[in-house]
């Protein structure tokens, strides 16, 4: 089995969030930048189906250079190429349509990309890949089984879950669960010597076609200050919450 | 030129999400000088759309379409959005919603803004106020493709009431053998608790509870309010509670109207989960705690002792305003 994984250079949950140029752009500086957690749990659970079924693991990136060494950590995690293709992210769609690219030339049977983007939030990369791909597609995976070339995938839905058969070329919306957060693997001392010496791909994009275009960012207003309330006087909360902020 | 919303339904019934993405679909309406059409799936209160603004309703009745099924309801909505001459397709984000929404941008060559919060500028091109870094910002997107999708935020336009006949025609789209690629093994849904996603008021937990055997103080003080419960990141780590409980950045979303945090001291990425609920309440024996600067109304006390006595009086309140 040949698997791709997508994956996003995102700030750190912890990173304060600022921007810059006239609120046009995100201010990185000081900013610690990861894996996006939503695709670190695809990488890991990648690196089973490697260890326990036989599987080759590629990781890509739509981004400059500085995307680098986020891409070396997936390797020092055990992933066998990296592969970069060399354009900033504009959209979601510019964004799917450069990783169905390397998908396609690559021939990959599963592809796992997270749900969405911590920075972004747009959601829409995995499922506009397969539907370019012409690949089927499961959104919210929190459980993938594959059997040759059958998968058993759960999908979380508002308020449970719902299982899913199946087949490949199968892309991948994920998220905890497949695997858990104390299964995450994290590159040790050999991972990332070896990481340096593996191949990491630069390609340049077929397009710079996109959708949408971000124009300016803002932050949410201030917010008031808390009215404390005394733990003896609970009725004035209740109070509060019926005529105040009317919801009850 | 119309504006089409995909409604969508449970057992035959219209979600709350899909009567905020009709008022929003009015809105549009209403700047763009055009009506609303509705595409909704083996619906049985077709006429309730009405009273959010709609005036025609594409209605699929399919046995094959009864569970949802992502691919092939992509498919319909496109070829609806075709019928209705649709420049701009709206939709609510619910865990279907994004499911199918990038799948239609795609067949529709359509841009799509999920998160959106607010009516779009038309005034100069078409621009969208999403947010963006789970809540901790916005952004503006412009969508510059002909065709364009929104997914709305729930609680954030909320709902507009607005009479419309919402007028019924029968549409059968043409399926794809390939739409049903996906099958439904099985679904596992509790049917008498109320969802997060769903949820009007969410009472969550954290560690200050100190332990999953507590948990009664949390689902007693939601049984009173009919709200769901929720839990802060280490509490599902420790497997106090399910991950499906798990709210904040890498958990799940809260957008309700009241949010009561219990013993939660509030990390950024708990915060930035729970900020798009309207109205935050905070119980927490420290008084330093962070969330106390992100909430509306706070109690400095112990839980164990505050809690069940909010219980018992809000039980009083209830009975009383019944």
């Known amino acids: 089995m040949k698997i791709l994984v997508c994956i996003s250079h995102v700030p750190d949950t912890t990173s304060k969030i600022n921007f810059t140029d006239n609120n046009s752009a995100f201010d990185t500086n000081g900013v610690q930048f990861v894996i996006n957690p939503n695709d670190e749990f695809g990488l890991t659970r990648a690196m089973w189906f490697k260890e326990k079924q036989g599987a080759s693991v590629d990781v890509v990136n739509v981004g400059g250079p500085e995307t680098e060494p986020t891409l070396r950590k997936a390797l020092a995690i055990g992933a066998d190429n990296a592969i970069r293709v060399n354009t900033p992210a504009i959209d979601g769609y510019q964004v799917a349509k450069e990783l169905a690219k390397v998908a396609q030339d690559g021939n990959y049977d599963l592809i796992i990309a997270g749900r969405e983007s911590i920075d972004y939030n747009g959601g829409m990369v995995p499922g506009m890949m397969a539907q370019i791909l012409k690949a089927n597609f499961v959104n919210t995976c929190v459980s993938l089984e594959v059997e040759g070339n059958q998968a058993t995938a759960i999908r979380e839905i508002d308020g449970g879950k719902e299982t899913l058969k199946t087949s490949l070329p199968l892309v991948i919306g994920g998220q905890k669960g497949l695997v858990e957060e104390s299964d995450l693997k994290i590159p040790n001392m050999r991972g990332i010597m070896m990481a340096r010496k593996k191949p990491l791909n630069v390609v340049e994009p077929s397009s710079t076609e996109s959708f949408t275009q971000t124009k300016s960012f803002e932050k949410p207003a201030p917010k008031g200050e808390v009215k404390i309330i005394e733990e003896d006087n609970l009725d004035q909360l209740i109070d509060l919450l019926h005529n105040e902020a009317k919801v009850i | ?322």
């Open chain 2, 1 to 322: 030129m119309s504006i089409l919303v995909y409604t969508e339904t449970e057992n035959g019934k219209f979600k709350k999400a899909s009567f905020e993405a009709a008022s929003y679909a009015k809105g549009v309406a209403e700047k763009m000088g055009t009506d609303v059409t509705a595409v909704a799936f083996n619906a049985e209160d077709i006429k309730a759309l009405g009273d959010y603004g709609v005036a025609k309703v594409l209605h699929i009745q399919n046995d094959k379409l009864k569970t949802f099924n992502a691919e092939a309801y992509a498919d319909a909505i496109a070829q609806a959005a075709q019928e209705a001459s649709a420049d701009v397709v709206v939709l609510g984000q619910t865990a279907n919603d994004k499911y199918l929404a990038p799948l239609l941008a795609v067949q529709l060559q359509a841009g799509y803004a999920s998160n959106v919060v607010e009516l779009p500028e038309i005034e100069n091109g078409f621009t969208v106020k999403r947010s963006v870094f789970t809540n901790k910002a916005f952004n503006h997107t412009a969508i510059t493709t002909d065709k364009k999708i929104i997914g709305v935020s729930k609680n954030a336009y909320g709902l507009k009431e607005n009479s419309a006949a919402a007028e019924e025609t029968s549409f059968s789209p043409n399926l794809k053998e390939e739409d049903f690629n996906i099958e439904v093994a099985s679904v596992d849904k509790a049917t008498d608790k109320v969802t997060i996603a769903d949820a009007e008021v969410v009472v969550s937990g954290g560690r200050g509870l100190k332990g999953p055997e507590n948990w009664n103080l949390v689902e007693d003080l939601a049984e009173v309010l009919g709200a769901a419960t929720a839990c802060s990141k280490p509490v599902s780590d420790m497997g106090w509670r399910p991950h499906s409980e798990h709210v904040g950045q890498t958990g799940k979303p809260v957008a309700s109207n009241l949010y009561i945090a219990i013993g939660i001291s509030g990390a950024i990425q708990h915060l930035a989960g729970v900020s798009a609920s309207k109205t935050k309440v905070v119980i927490n024996n420290d008084p330093e705690a962070p969330f106390f600067k992100a909430a509306d109304y706070g109690i400095v006390g112990d839980a164990f002792e505050v809690v069940p006595k909010l219980t018992e009086k809000l039980k009083e309140f209830k009975a009383n305003n019944a």
